[in-house]
């Protein structure tokens, strides 16, 4: 009685398994007799180009803000400084340098905060 299921049971796992394919997407096409079939689309994993987008602006009026917060003789001071660590120091330093896009947006600010010291 057992083995009398088997088949179904396997068959039923399939449909299963079709139909939630099919739920995360699907492309549909016509065979030669009509008949509309429908395929599971092609798993294609997202890039977070957005999120990436988003977090190098963030990063540039961050450290346009501490360059106009602080001043450029101290951001460059605090930026040699970190420049004479360790490899993830430097590394820093690299990333803290000041680079025309972060002068921008600490000319921009200035006025917006008052008096450098």
């Known amino acids: 009685m057992a083995q009398a299921n088997l088949p179904f049971e396997k068959r039923l796992k399939q449909i299963t398994r079709k139909h939630d394919q099919l739920a995360k997407g ?3 096409s ?3 007799d009509g008949l509309i079939v429908m395929k599971p689309r092609a798993y294609r994993p997202k890039f977070p180009l957005r999120f990436i987008i988003v977090l190098v602006v963030l990063g540039f009026a961050f450290k346009g803000l501490l360059l106009a917060s ?3 003789v101290a951001y460059a001071e605090r930026v040699t400084g970190l420049a004479q660590g360790s490899v993830m120091d430097r590394a820093g330093a690299w990333v803290m340098q000041i680079d025309p896009a972060t002068a921008l947006i600490a000319d921009f600010l200035a006025p917006y905060l008052g008096d450098v010291r």
């Open 26 to 28: 699907a492309v549909r």
């Open 30 to 32: 016509v065979t030669s």
């Open 70 to 72: 602080i001043g450029n």
